[in-house]
T-cell receptor, first 117, second 115 residues
Framework: NAGVTQTPKFQVLKTGQSMTLQCAQDMNHNSMYWYRQDPGMGLRLIYY???????DKGEVPNGYNVSRLNKREFSLRLESAAPSQTSVYFC????????????????FGPGTRLLVL | AQSVTQLGSHVSVSEGALVLLRCNYS??????LFWYVQYPNQGLQLLLK??????LVKGINGFEAEFKKSETSFHLTKPSAHMSDAAEYFC?????????????FGQGTILTVHP
């Protein structure tokens, strides 16, 4: 199993350009997440999808949109990139535990490094 | 709202020395606590987690952490550091309920291991 895969690995954009970050998981997980990682700030949740067909905002959603294309795929779109969106983006997935128990493990992709000039 | 504070953005130890990475959390409901490790240019992987039950949790690579409710802490330890432990470590909390599954991360601690 590949786990969580992300494309592209690196990307350079000019201010105002748009792009879509792709994420796919082969673990049949219901939940998927997009985070950004900035130095000294840990990871911050951008959007998440608790199940196919649903998406919700996280801590820092402004400037981003998402699509849960199917159970496997969850994409993140930057409509008009800004230098403040220079970051490393991680996708993750998890599966709810049975019996209403929380604390499931999230599995992370290798990340996409984005530079906006 | 939940939050996580990791004390010390950089920790440096000698090979063979004790590793102690500190994490304090804030949560109004019983927390679920995690430590993740990130090796250079890689994604995060789970080291260990506390959900319920035994408060001393053992993880991979000889790491362990103890949940102390009275101190709102979940510090990560390893008795003897190895060069391969050099990485960035993140403490995280989730609380279930309407926040189910969502993690709030600390700022991260970079661990350097000297020969």
């Amino acid at each position: 199993n590949a786990g969580v895969t992300q494309t592209p690995k690196f990307q350079v954009l000019k201010t105002g350009q748009s792009m879509t970050l792709q994420c796919a998981q082969d673990m049949n997980h219901n939940s998927m997440y997009w985070y950004r990682q900035d130095p000294g700030m840990g990871l911050r949740l951008i959007y998440y999808s608790a199940s196919e067909g649903t998406t919700d905002k996280g801590e820092v959603p402004n400037g981003y949109n998402v699509s849960r294309l199917n159970k496997r795929e969850f994409s993140l779109r930057l409509e008009s990139a800004a230098p403040s969106q220079t970051s490393v983006y991680f996708c993750a997935s998890s599966e709810r535990l049975a019996g209403g128990i929380y604390g499931e493990t999230q599995y992370f992709g290798p990340g996409t490094r984005l530079l906006v000039l | 709202a939940q939050s996580v504070t990791q004390l010390g953005s950089h920790v440096s130890v000698s090979e063979g020395a004790l590793v102690l990475l500190r994490c304090n959390y804030s949560s109004s409901v019983p927390p679920y606590l995690f430590w993740y490790v990130q090796y250079p240019n890689q994604g995060l992987q789970l080291l260990l987690k506390y959900t319920t039950g035994a408060t001393l949790v053992k993880g991979i690579n000889g790491f362990e952490a103890e949940f102390k409710k009275s101190e709102t802490s979940f510090h990560l330890t390893k008795p003897s550091a190895h060069m391969s432990d050099a990485a960035e470590y993140f403490c995280a909390v989730s609380t279930g309920g309407t926040s189910y599954g969502k993690l709030t991360f600390g700022q991260g601690t970079i661990l350097t291991v000297h020969p």
